[in-house]
T-cell receptor, first 112, second 119 residues
Framework: GQNIDQPTEMTATEGAIVQINCTYQ??????LFWYQQHAGEAPTFLSY????GLEEKGRFSSFLSRSKGYSYLLLKELQMKDSASYLC?????????????FGAGTTVTVRA | GAVVSQHPSRVICKSGTSVKIECRSL??????MFWYRQFPKQSLMLMAT?????????EQGVEKDKFLINHASLTLSTLTVTSAHPEDSSFYIC???????????????FGQGTRLTVV
């Protein structure tokens, strides 16, 4: 099983940086994903980490420490359109296939 | 990039009726599709894993007779909510794994989601 924890809400100012933490407990870990989800829409893929370290993709970066069961998503130069829910998801082996388990999501509000 | 199309985007049905939701991979083949349910302000909960040509694998607590899944081809999976009740009202989302990217593909491509309201 898994236990994925992330903060419920965060607020930041336009142009600032926000870091969303995610901790997890799982067996058969096979990667950690971050998704962005706007209200009423499906999630869109942001980043993927399977090895320890930092992955950078433009304004978004994601970090993973497998030994600590910890990841963070870093959003730089925040824009109003970044206001959304950010989901941390862990891939692990299920009964007969890999599956994704999602955290509850962190709602980020960007203010002018 | 790969596209998953889900239809309908919104549906309102009467209590006791059945509703079918389609999930199609438009430009890739998907041996595996996943069905999720998301209640307001909550995360995605995996309901079942849909495998082409075989029976779906349901997560614990999900009634297989109520949520019928058919994955008849490499590009289409359907979820039928049978005898729907108001408590089944939710956001249903499918995702698909690109067969060409292999088992360790790094992205799960999501459909647009279906907002089901049972009245």
């Amino acid at each position: 099983g898994q236990n994925i924890d992330q903060p419920t809400e965060m607020t930041a100012t336009e142009g600032a940086i926000v870091q969303i933490n995610c901790t997890y407990q799982t067996s058969g870990f096979n990667g950690l994903f971050w998704y962005q989800q706007h209200a009423g829409e499906a999630p869109t893929f942001l980043s993927y980490n399977v090895l320890d370290g930092l992955e950078e993709k433009g304004r978004f970066s994601s970090f993973l420490s497998r030994s600590k069961g910890y990841s963070y998503l870093l959003l730089k130069e925040l824009q109003m359109k970044d206001s959304a829910s950010y989901l941390c998801a862990v891939r692990e082996w299920g009964s007969n296939d890999y599956k994704l388990s999602f955290g509850a999501g962190t709602t980020v509000t960007v203010r002018a | 990039g790969a596209v998953v199309s889900q239809h309908p985007s919104r549906v309102i049905c009467k209590s006791g009726t059945s509703v079918k939701i389609e999930c199609r991979s438009l430009d890739f083949q998907a041996t595996t599709m996943f069905w999720y349910r998301q209640f307001p302000k909550q995360s995605l909960m995996l309901m079942a894993t849909s495998n082409e040509g075989s029976k779906a694998t349901y997560e614990q607590g999900v009634e297989k007779d109520k949520f019928l899944i058919n994955h008849a081809s490499l590009t289409l999976s359907t979820l039928t909510v049978t005898s729907a009740h108001p408590e089944d009202s939710s956001f249903y989302i499918c995702s698909a794994r690109d067969l060409g990217a292999g088992l360790h593909s790094t992205e799960a491509f999501f459909g647009q989601g279906t907002r089901l309201t049972v009245v």
